[in-house]
């Protein structure tokens, strides 16, 4: 016999997809600020890093915060990277090695702070392209996350924690 008691008591069966359904309203009202944050943040770390190893004298570890004072030079490891390994068609080992450490380091640092953050991400971007195409073509998988990370900042912006929002904000009539 059914009452009234049993059919106004949810199963579990219910109760599971009312779980579920909260959790996804939850997961869609995620702000962007915060995604960006994270988003610029990851991708400022992972090409910074990168950038480090290819020079000596200065040092900053942006997660660690570890800090070296001194100055910066090409170290001559990155350079014989660019030769024996990297070997990119139409540029010197040395100009391909001077231009991945400028990038690396530029374009983290702007990212980082959100200023001209959709044409650091497009800059990030085509240096990944690069690396896919011409010297790890078979790291598709890191690559491929990189990307699509890259390619969110590029399509949603930096979010309100920004250098790009507060001009837009304050100079934008």
Not at 39 to 62: C, H, N, P, Y
Not at 74 to 99: C, H, I, Q, T
Not at 142 to 154: D, E, I, K, P, R
């Amino acid at each position: 016999m059914i009452t009234s008691t049993n059919m106004s008591t949810p199963g579990p069966l219910a109760r599971a997809r009312a779980l579920l359904e909260s959790l996804y309203r939850g997961i869609g009202e995620l702000p962007n600020t915060a995604l960006a944050f994270v988003a610029r943040f990851s991708m400022a770390a992972v090409f910074w890093k990168s950038g480090q190893t290819k020079v000596e004298g200065f040092a900053l570890d942006i997660v660690s915060g570890e800090f070296q004072w001194g100055w910066l030079r090409l170290s001559d490891n990155a350079v014989a990277l660019f030769r024996e390994e990297y070997k990119l068609p139409f540029l010197s080992p040395e100009m391909g090695a001077w231009l991945a450490a400028t990038g690396e380091h530029v374009l983290p640092a702007l990212l980082l702070l959100g200023l001209a953050t959709r044409l650091s991400a497009l800059g990030l971007l085509g240096m990944t392209l690069v690396i896919q195409l011409l010297v790890y073509p078979g790291a598709y998988p890191t690559h491929g996350t990189w990307m699509a990370v890259l390619l969110y900042l590029m399509v949603h912006g930096p979010g309100q924690l920004s250098l790009d929002a507060w001009l837009y904000r304050n100079f934008h009539r």
